[in-house]
């Protein structure tokens, strides 16, 4: 019988405990290194948003995308919130925003997968001969790796999320881009079916993109238990490690969810807590679900510690 989330938690953290002098220098690092990130990138350009002005200092406001000297502008006029968001933005702008973000991500997804491995190496219980955490810059094929498997899980599933999302962002469009004070009760029984229309496509949206997330991180995993597998081959093998328990897994990994919202608020520093707990939970599930498939007689994707 396969353990219930708590009890996956709970030797998560018996786990996190006993192994604790192993791993924390290095959350400590990374936590550092991705604060330290977030805020040069808002001062390097990095970031990217919004402005919201109030539509009575911007009256002829009109919905769509301009060109303009050396770049563009995107308005969005909503009245229904009295508001005009718009986002302007040269071609130098976009060049340096990628460009800040492309060397952020391979300074970053290096030394992530780095302590990810050493999470790994504690869940197995190996006190000693550590690799180095740099070696995943030095080796050319593990900075490779690493890079790849950063790019599906951050860039690729952020992509999918705003594309599964879209549908709801246009119903949204359209109800704020409109004036709805005083209309008939039909037209407001219509408009309140839109909202909630739009709020279930949003919120499935998200679902399946965290789904489709939870279904690629083992990828992850089996990087960091087997740094010298051939890219093809921890995708496949990462893949095959929650073959049979994706909606389980899904559900699993969807329960840590508040602690991910509240990393989000804290501009990652909860992560010092959060991921390594989330590792070493998902570790545990892995390693029940690869002793699942040795007792069916398939080919386990991690094996177990």
């Known amino acids: 019988m396969f353990p219930k989330h708590g009890q996956l938690k709970q030797s998560a953290k018996m786990t996190m405990g006993k192994s604790m002098p192993l791993w924390m220098k290095a959350i400590f690092f990374l936590v550092g290194v991705q604060v330290l990130l977030h805020f040069?990138?808002?001062?390097?350009?990095?970031?990217?948003?919004?402005?919201?002005?109030?539509?009575?200092?911007?009256?002829?406001a009109q919905t769509g995308y301009f060109a303009a000297e050396k770049g563009f502008e995107v308005v969005f006029r909503m009245d229904a919130l009295q508001m005009v968001a718009a986002m302007s933005l040269t071609y130098a702008q976009i060049a340096q925003f990628l460009l800040v973000n492309a060397v952020a991500?391979?300074?970053?997804?290096?030394?992530?997968?780095?302590?990810?491995?050493?999470?790994?190496?504690?869940?197995?219980?190996?006190?000693?001969?550590f690799p180095s955490m740099f070696r995943w810059y030095t080796?050319?094929?593990?900075?490779?790796?690493?890079?790849?498997?950063?790019?599906?899980?951050?860039?690729?599933?952020?992509?999918?999320?705003?594309?599964?999302?879209?549908?709801?962002?246009?119903?949204?469009?359209?109800?704020?881009?409109?004036?709805?004070?005083?209309?008939?009760?039909?037209?407001?029984?219509?408009?309140?079916?839109?909202?909630?229309?739009?709020?279930?496509?949003?919120?499935?949206g998200a679902a399946l993109a965290f789904?489709?997330?939870?279904?690629?991180?083992?990828?992850?995993?089996?990087?960091?238990?087997?740094?010298?597998?051939?890219?093809?081959?921890?995708?496949?093998?990462?893949?095959?490690?929650?073959?049979?328990?994706?909606?389980?897994f899904f559900r699993f990994r969807l329960s840590f969810l508040p602690w991910l919202i509240l990393s989000s608020f804290s501009y990652g520093v909860m992560d010092l807590y959060i991921l390594p707990y989330l590792s070493f939970a998902s570790f545990h599930f892995l390693q029940e679900a690869a002793i699942l498939r040795n007792q069916n007689g398939d080919e386990p994707g991690i094996e177990p510690a």
């Open 40 to 60: 040069l990138r808002a001062q390097l350009g990095g970031l990217l948003g919004w402005y919201l002005i109030p539509i009575s200092d911007f009256a002829n």
């Open 105 to 129: 991500l391979l300074l970053l997804a290096p030394i992530k997968m780095g302590a990810l491995e050493r999470f790994w190496l504690s869940f197995q219980g190996k006190a000693q001969d």
């Open 139 to 204: 080796k050319p094929s593990l900075l490779g790796k690493s890079i790849l498997v950063s790019l599906i899980l951050d860039l690729g599933c952020r992509l999918l999320a705003i594309l599964l999302m879209l549908p709801s962002s246009l119903i949204y469009f359209y109800l704020y881009a409109g004036s709805w004070m005083g209309t008939p009760a039909e037209a407001s029984y219509v408009i309140s079916l839109l909202a909630f229309l739009g709020m279930t496509l949003l919120l499935g």
């Open 211 to 248: 789904y489709c997330y939870s279904a690629l991180y083992p990828i992850a995993y089996c990087l960091a238990a087997q740094p010298d597998y051939s890219f093809g081959k921890v995708v496949r093998r990462g893949l095959d490690s929650i073959k049979g328990q994706r909606g389980r």
